[in-house]
């Protein structure tokens, strides 16, 4: 049974820096992983999907990679802006037909101005 | 952009009322979802959703639960007769045939009182 893991659960950083969040997996039969925002309260905002092929996909100051056999992802947030601050969660997406996403819990980012 | 409109924002029920929950997901999307998010934990598959049946369902979507596409456009989540656990966030998602991630929409609150 696959099983979604994010490291930290929780940071804060002060505005400018470089971050790294981690995403773990324990089963590296996946489609895809996707990368997502939440703020609170509110809806999933798609931030980067990487295909099980890829190793890495970027968005203006987003960076994701994937590392398949090793059961890994990482974001890296550039240039950290208070703006960023939000629930940054990862989902993997399924092999099967149906591709459902299993998700991690979350790293909760704050940004300081 | 193509979006997943969902309706209503927030929904208050109480305990052993029916609430049916609406979604417009994208039209030329194959494949639909339902995944909820109680506060405080991950987000969880519900159901999937393709060809006018399902497709898989989760432990969680017992009897209480039913979707329907009644028009080929909206798409329904039932709930039977809610109980206080069913408080969550509720997702509604859709997904072509082929390498693409997920768009979601923004969401129902549901709230059992």
């Known amino acids: 049974k696959q099983e979604v893991t994010q490291i930290p659960a929780a940071l804060s950083v002060p505005e400018g820096e470089n971050l790294v969040l981690n995403c773990s997996f324990t089963?590296?039969?996946?489609?895809?992983l996707q990368w997502f925002r939440q703020d609170p309260g509110k809806g999933l905002t798609s931030l980067l999907l990487?295909?099980?092929s890829q190793r890495e996909q970027t968005s203006g100051r987003l960076n994701a990679s994937l590392d398949k056999s090793s059961g890994r992802s990482t974001l890296y947030i550039a240039a950290s802006q208070p703006g960023d601050s939000a629930t940054y969660l990862c989902?993997?997406?399924?092999?099967?037909?149906?591709?459902?996403?299993?998700w991690g819990l979350g790293t909760s980012l704050a940004v300081n101005p | 952009e193509p979006e997943v409109t969902q309706t209503p924002s927030h929904q208050v029920t109480q305990m052993g009322q029916e609430v049916i929950l609406r979604c417009v997901p994208i039209?030329?999307?194959?494949?639909f979802y339902w995944y909820r998010q109680i506060l405080g934990q991950k987000v969880e598959f519900l159901v999937s959703?393709?060809?006018?049946?399902?497709?898989?369902k989760s432990e969680i979507f017992d009897d209480q639960f039913s979707v329907e596409r009644p028009d080929g456009s909206n798409f329904t989540l039932k709930i039977r007769s809610t109980k206080l656990e069913d408080s969550a966030m509720y997702f509604c998602?859709?997904?072509?045939?082929?390498?693409?991630?997920?768009?979601f929409g923004s969401g129902t609150r549901l709230t059992v009182v």
């Open positions: 989902a993997v997406g399924g092999a099967g037909n149906n591709r459902k996403l299993i």
């Open positions: 039209s030329n999307h194959l494949y």
């Open positions: 998602a859709s997904n072509t045939q082929g390498p693409w991630g997920y768009t």
């Open positions: 990487i295909q099980s």
């Open positions: 089963d590296s039969a996946i489609y895809n």
């Open positions: 959703f393709y060809n006018n049946e399902i497709s898989e």
